[in-house]
């Protein structure tokens, strides 16, 4: 079973920008699109951008869309998330996980702890 480990996160002031890693074990890891996910205090647990195995095709969610990008380097087994233009709004733990299509879907493996992301106004 992969195991996943986010990181990055933190506070930052509003039009900051902060990249999150998510580094996967094991060698499945490269046959999976992942996605990175959200939960806010209160909410569930919303999706947020994936890539698939080769990078070639990405996936994000409107509010997010044009500040966010989603990258991944196979060859050290970890996918990030750059966040640019932040906003109060995405404060949030942030979650990354394999997802059956770019466009989203039932998460696949189990949840690994999350990084907290923080954006003060």
């Known amino acids: 079973q992969v195991q996943l480990v986010e990181s990055g996160g933190g506070l930052v002031q509003a039009g900051g920008s902060l990249r999150l890693s998510c580094a996967a074990s094991g060698r499945t890891y490269l046959t999976y699109t992942m996605g990175w996910f959200r939960q806010a205090p209160g909410k569930e647990r919303e999706f947020v951008a994936a890539?698939?195995?080769?990078?070639?095709?990405?996936y994000y969610t409107d509010s997010v869309k044009g500040r966010f990008t989603i990258s991944r380097d196979n060859a050290q087994n970890t996918v990030y998330l750059r966040m640019n233009s932040l906003k109060p709004e995405d404060t949030a733990v942030y979650y990354c996980n394999a997802v059956p299509a770019v466009v989203g879907g039932t998460p696949l493996l189990d949840w690994g702890q999350g990084t907290q992301v923080t954006v003060s106004s």
């Open positions: 890539i698939n195995r080769n990078g070639g095709s990405t």
